[in-house]
């Protein structure tokens, strides 16, 4: 008589218990691969606009393009405003009778973006600084094995000897902590 049962588990939650007891490899992890995505995606621009003189803005460093057209002028007198018209046509004739005019540009305040963090990788990043912190201390790092083999197909660590295992931080790794670092502090 067989004492052995079958029974179904989802996918899942198989592979969150295979990963936490070490018995499948990360490079087959599907969070690997989203945070590889997210480790690869373009940091967002911050632009440095100049201005056509033809309402067209463009950010010299990433090449976006604005419309930056007034939605209306007004007639001005000194700090008085006369008039609002949104015709060109009647700003040629202030003009041509000496009015002194000004641009009305809608710059509503856009609020500022969130960045929202997947928790695998805040977990990464938890462990790179962990990784770094007992590389400062001269001490050996107590992240476990699985997380050096993570960090480093990541490419955030660099193996650099077998026997005794040693591994430093690789470029990419310092940038991630540095973003992390000023991530934090903007919040």
């Not at 067209?56 to 000194?78: A, I």
């Not at 046509?89 to 202030?94: K, M």
């Not at 973006?113 to 997947?118: I, R």
């Amino acid at each position: 008589m067989s004492t052995e049962r079958l029974i179904s588990v989802k996918p899942l939650v198989l592979e969150k218990a295979l990963r936490d007891a070490g018995l499948i490899r990360f490079d087959t992890d599907s969070h690997v691969v989203e945070l590889r995505a997210l480790l690869d995606a373009p940091a967002p621009c911050a632009h440095e606009w100049t201005d056509d003189g033809e309402f067209t803005l463009t950010c010299t460093k990433c090449g976006k393009t604005e419309n930056n057209e007034p939605y209306g002028w007004v007639q001005t007198r000194g700090n008085a405003i006369n008039h609002f018209t949104q015709e060109w046509d009647v700003v040629e004739s202030w003009e041509d009778q000496g009015f002194e005019y000004k641009a009305m540009f809608d710059h509503a305040e856009q609020p500022a973006p969130v960045a929202v963090v997947h928790p695998f990788a805040e977990k990464v990043i938890r462990k790179l600084e962990r990784f770094q912190e007992c590389a400062d201390d001269g001490q050996g790092a107590d992240i476990g094995r699985h997380w050096f083999d993570l960090l480093t197909q990541l490419g955030l660590l660099n193996r650099v000897q077998r026997s005794p295992a040693l591994w430093e931080m690789t470029q990419q790794g310092e940038d991630a902590l540095d973003l992390s670092r000023q991530s934090a502090k903007s919040r």
